[in-house]
Each structure stands twice: as C-alpha cells, then as structure tokens.
C-alpha cells in the first residue's frame, strides 16, 4: 500500500531513485542524491548539493549553494538558508530556524555577507531552536529543543537555553 502511495505521489524528474512529492519546487542546477525523499510543498533552490538518503520535510526550503550531505534529515517547516552545510547524519528538528546574516537591515543588500554556519556529522538540532549564523555545532552533540545557539558548540555535548550553555559531555 505504502510503495503504491509513492508511486502516485512521484513527479517525473531527471533524478535516479529520489522521491520529489509533485507539489515540491526544484530549480535548475541541483544534485539529488540516490534514496532521498522531498515531502509537500518544499523548494531546493539552484546549485544546491543534496546527498544520498536524505529526508526533506514539507514545506521546507533550501536556499541557493547550500550543502546536505548523505543521511540527513529535516523535519517539516524548516529553511535551510545560503551559507549553511549539514555534514552527514544530522537531524534537523521541526521549525528549526538557521539565519545567515549577522546584523539584518531591510536597507542594506547583504547577499554577498551570508556568514557560514556548519552542523558536523552526527549532530541533532531540537525543533524550533535558531542557529545563529557563523557558528559551527559540533560532532554528535545535541542542541535541546527550543534553544538559540548564539556561539560554537563543542562536539559531543548537550546545549540547552537561551543564549544555549552546555549541560554535560556526551560519552560515546
């Protein structure tokens, strides 16, 4: 039942083995890995690099040069803006919010600005924290549920807050 579902849902696309719901909007010059999947009403902006295995929630948008790599997932309701690369096997929570301008002005055009922000292999980010641009989150930490990164997370830690602060190490 679930395989004749997909079948129905799949649009025709130019992609080998990737899942694009019909209501999904892809621009041009994208790469789609093998086993992705990308839910309702989602856009994939141009030049963005998704790997292989990836899950893409609904209404999700993924701006213009961005980087996912293989086995991610991203919940519903999440932008994925310019100047953010997921490293592999993070999970991104529902309603997470990545910025990528430090000081947003309406008056100033800041495209050229973006700061980067880095997620490193293995690190889950809880719904509807932000990630404040120019950052990094470690490897196989662990961002609590409605927290504001303000500042670089150690890799195999907790954060958790408003600014986040770390609540212990993570052993593996």
Same mark, same amino acid.
């Given at each position: 039942?679930?395989?004749?579902?997909?079948?129905?849902?799949?649009?025709?696309?130019?992609?080998?083995?990737?899942?694009?719901?019909?209501?999904?909007?892809?621009?041009?010059?994208?790469?789609?890995?093998?086993?992705?999947?990308?839910?309702?009403?989602?856009? #994939?902006?141009? &030049?963005?690099?998704?790997?292989?295995? =990836?899950?893409?929630?609904? /209404?999700? +948008? @993924? !701006?213009?040069? %961005? *980087?996912?790599?293989?086995?991610?997932? #991203?919940?519903? &309701?999440?932008?994925?803006?310019?100047? =953010?690369?997921?490293?592999? /096997?993070? +999970? @991104? !929570?529902?309603? %997470? *919010?990545?910025?990528?301008?430090?000081?947003?002005?309406?008056?100033?055009?800041?495209?050229?600005?973006?700061?980067?922000?880095?997620?490193?292999?293995?690190?889950?980010?809880?719904?509807?924290?932000?990630?404040?641009?120019?950052?990094?989150?470690?490897?196989?930490?662990?961002?609590?549920?409605?927290?504001?990164?303000?500042?670089?997370?150690?890799?195999?830690?907790?954060?958790?807050?408003?600014?986040?602060?770390?609540?212990?190490?993570?052993?593996?």
């Amino acid at each position: 039942m679930f395989f004749e579902f997909m079948n129905k849902m799949k649009k025709k696309n130019n992609y080998d083995d990737v899942f694009i719901h019909e209501t999904s909007c892809i621009d041009n010059n994208v790469e789609i890995g093998k086993g992705t999947k990308i839910w309702h009403y989602s856009h #994939i902006s141009s &030049n963005a690099k998704i790997g292989k295995n =990836v899950t893409i929630g609904q /209404n999700t +948008f @993924v !701006g213009k040069n %961005v *980087v996912i790599s293989d086995g991610c997932k #991203i919940q519903n &309701n999440v932008s994925v803006y310019e100047g =953010v690369e997921l490293k592999k /096997n993070v +999970f @991104v !929570g529902p309603s %997470v *919010v990545f910025t990528n301008v430090k000081v947003p002005k309406a008056i100033l055009n800041q495209k050229n600005n973006f700061s980067k922000t880095i997620i490193e292999e293995g690190a889950s980010i809880g719904a509807n924290s932000t990630i404040i641009c120019g950052n990094i989150v470690g490897y196989n930490s662990f961002v609590g549920a409605g927290s504001v990164v303000t500042k670089n997370v150690p890799s195999n830690c907790i954060v958790c807050g408003n600014p986040a602060k770390i609540l212990r190490s993570i052993n593996e």
